[in-house]
């Protein structure tokens, strides 16, 4: 059939005012032979709709529908990151299917004609909406790990300085590139969030996720590693492209000492990681450019990552995560037992000076043990006492001790410096 249709579209006989047209969404599975001038003279990328699309597709799909005054189409096209045409199609047509319910008992089917009165009311509303956006996908990342956290900043208690320098390298070029537009000046493209075990570095890349109303694309070293030759490096570069297409989108790489430790370092062939520290590298400092996607790494042993990560243009900001002090600590019990039965014995500035060296994990461990406590003594208990947490605190202690901050503090100058001392002690893997 190619040889066939390679004949007719450019054989011996002249091709008169017809002109083919075709349509695929797999074009690497195309025979290279018809990919060329006097065949498929042109190919036109059809991408995934930007903002303006979106508003316009919904604006097509809504024009016949009885909109509520709270439906506001210009926001449903900010939130609709990776919804191509179908997806915004099928939301309005399940938009409608919510409304048509609602009224549907009051619908007498044995009438031929239904009153005005009950037309009236088949009204489409915000509220419609909002229940299909939990239930349609978007088509453009079905075939990642995506999700919308649901974590804000009130779910993080203080950190205030890390927030605020996440607001600054993460939040404020995602919703605000015009402004960095204006004053000419370039986005960070990469954050580095790195300290103890159980400071919160993966709870705040949601939030910053959250708070941005971006896409969260989560990079786990499972999915990225495979045995097969050049599977770990197709992997990473189909993350990058996809949130090119949804951007803006965060990606966010856990336990990036894992995917990225010391070129050099690995033992046993293939060197798997080595290379995809190589694409990393190419994806965040090469020749296509990223816009509107920010990428987060988290790690807890920031000596071990490759130090050409670590300079600016990839990771541009390192921050620090510390233990929680004194006023952070109160402030994450108070986020642990928002929901909480307390008794009138429990006081939280007694729990925060017993708690020191303890991290936000330590402490929401601290908060669940003294409610199974409770239980443990009464199953139809109604409140944990003062006693309990007591008890929790004792059970549980510090992941963490004093000396492990003075490491992290240390290091935080070093970082730095240490891609000049590695390509001192090893020239061949940075020439």
């Known amino acids: 059939m190619v040889a066939q249709l390679l004949s007719l579209m450019d054989g011996l006989k002249t091709r008169k005012n017809v002109i083919v047209i075709a349509a695929t969404n797999r074009p690497e599975a195309l025979d290279m032979a018809l990919r060329r001038p006097g065949r498929f003279d042109r190919e036109i990328e059809l991408r995934v709709p ?20 709270d439906v506001n189409l210009d926001d449903l096209a900010d939130r609709t990151y990776g919804f191509v045409g179908a997806d915004i199609a099928a939301m309005c047509r399940e938009a409608a299917m919510n409304s048509l319910r609602r009224i549907l008992p009051e619908i007498n089917l044995e009438l031929k004609e239904i009153p005005k009165e009950t037309l009236d009311k088949l009204v489409v509303t915000r509220s419609d909406f909002e229940v299909v956006m939990k239930e349609v996908q978007p088509s453009a990342l079905r075939e990642i790990l995506f999700e919308v956290p649901n974590v804000t900043w009130e779910d ?18 995602l919703r605000y590139a015009e402004s960095f537009r204006r004053i000419g000046v370039e986005a960070p493209k990469g954050v580095l969030l790195y300290g103890p075990p159980g400071t919160g570095k993966t709870l705040l890349a949601k939030a910053i996720a959250n708070e941005s109303e971006a896409n969260f694309i989560t990079v786990k070293g ?15 570069a189909e993350v990058f492209k996809k949130a090119r297409q949804v951007a803006p989108a965060i990606i966010f790489l856990d336990e990036l000492d894992a995917l990225a430790p010391v070129r050099g370092s690995a033992m046993g062939e293939p060197h798997v990681t080595e290379r995809i520290v190589n694409q990393l590298l190419s994806e965040l400092d090469g020749l296509e450019e990223l816009r509107g996607v920010v ?33 952070t600590r109160l402030e994450i019990f108070k986020v642990h037992t928002r929901k909480m039965s307390l008794a009138e ?15 936000g ?11 199974r406590f409770a239980m443990r003594e009464d199953i139809n208990t109604r ?3 003062q006693k309990h947490f007591l008890a929790a605190i004792d059970d549980t202690g510090p992941s963490v001790t004093s000396d492990v901050m003075v490491y992290y503090e240390q290091i935080k100058s070093e970082l730095r410096k240490k891609r000049a001392k590695q390509i001192q002690s090893r020239p061949e893997m940075y020439a």
């Open 156 to 173: 993080i208690g203080g950190l205030e300085s890390v927030k605020s320098l996440l607001k600054e390298a993460v939040e404020w070029p």
């Open 295 to 327: 990428v987060i790494g988290a790690t807890n042993r920031p000596d071990i990552i490759d130090a050409a990560l670590l300079r600016p243009g990839r990771f541009d900001e390192m921050i620090l995560v510390p233990i929680p002090d004194e006023k």
């Open 383 to 385: 409140s944990v006492d």
């Open 345 to 359: 014995d429990v006081n939280l500035e007694e729990l925060v000076k017993l708690t020191e060296d303890f991290t």
């Open 222 to 236: 499972s999915d990225i590693l495979s045995k097969w030759y050049g599977e770990s490096e197709k992997h990473i």
């Open 361 to 371: 994990a330590d402490i929401a461990s601290v908060c669940k043990k003294a409610g």
């Open 50 to 69: 930007d903002r303006e699309g979106r508003l316009e597709i919904f604006q097509i799909h809504t024009r016949g529908m009885p909109l509520a005054e």
